[in-house]
């Protein structure tokens, strides 16, 4: 009894400050959560343009000037929407990878994602920039902070214009396999103005582009191609150049293409435009215009995939 008298108001004093030191520090962490900006609001992504310079924008803001650069405006509103997710979700693999580009996480141009200014969007659009900009706006709003994942992490979710009837599948064309881009069967051969195009060389043209000569590139063969009919190696007098080089180098619009000899050169028949893994963007553009839903668009695609929350 002596003891509680001699002790105990020193033992309620400790009681009280640590009461208080408790419910203050209590008050100062959920103030501090309160005005902490989430994931997305902070996200900034820096770009680099052709010229060398740099600049730091939202990723949302990121997101309108890709989708006005990367798909035509006049695309149904769910393909749209389907392309904003893609975007959003390369951007967003990009930065965690660590960047694209020494100084920044992407470039403006086709080696990452094409971005555009508001004023190179007035001058592409013309008088039809109001309504564009509002159409292009309203799907990367409508699909804000959603992206497109694969067992729980962001995809790489590659796209390209147009396949012809079949995606190609990633380790087909890059030879590494990527489960969720696998070949499906597409529709955009019925209404891409790129589904077909022919390009003609001379013989002469040919040895040059290709470091070959005339002989080697008139006795030029196809000896490999992908399951479905792209073009992977060809032989070129003693020389094996692949499908993607060869591509490059003749400026064809993909590696799915025929040689036609003639007289005097080679007609190079092409189906497609673009490498055909992942999205086709003219295949989704009739999709939605069947009535599939942005989602829809998404699993049809990307294989085994989820849809979820930036945030999450």
Partial sequence: ?????????????????????NLLLRGIASNANDHKPSKMEDMMIKIEDASG???EIPLESYCVGVLSGEMPASFEPEALRAQAMAIRTYALHAKESGGRHEQADLCTTTHCQVWQSEAQMQQKWGSHYAAYHQKIEEAVNSTKGLIITYQGQAISPVYHSTCGSKTEAAGDYWSKDVPYLQSVPCNCAKISPKAKSELAYSYAELAELLGQSEKAVAAMKVVQTSPNGRVQELQCGDVQLSGQKVRELLHLNSTDFALHPTENGILFAVSGYGHGVGLCQYGANEYAKEGLSAEEIIYHYYTGVQIESISS
């Avoid at 002790?7 to 640590?18: H, P």
Wanted: without cysteine.
């Fill in 1 to 21: 009894m002596q003891y509680v008298k001699r002790y105990g108001g020193f033992l309620l004093m400790a009681l009280f400050l640590f009461t208080f030191t």
């Fill in 53 to 55: 310079k740099i600049q």
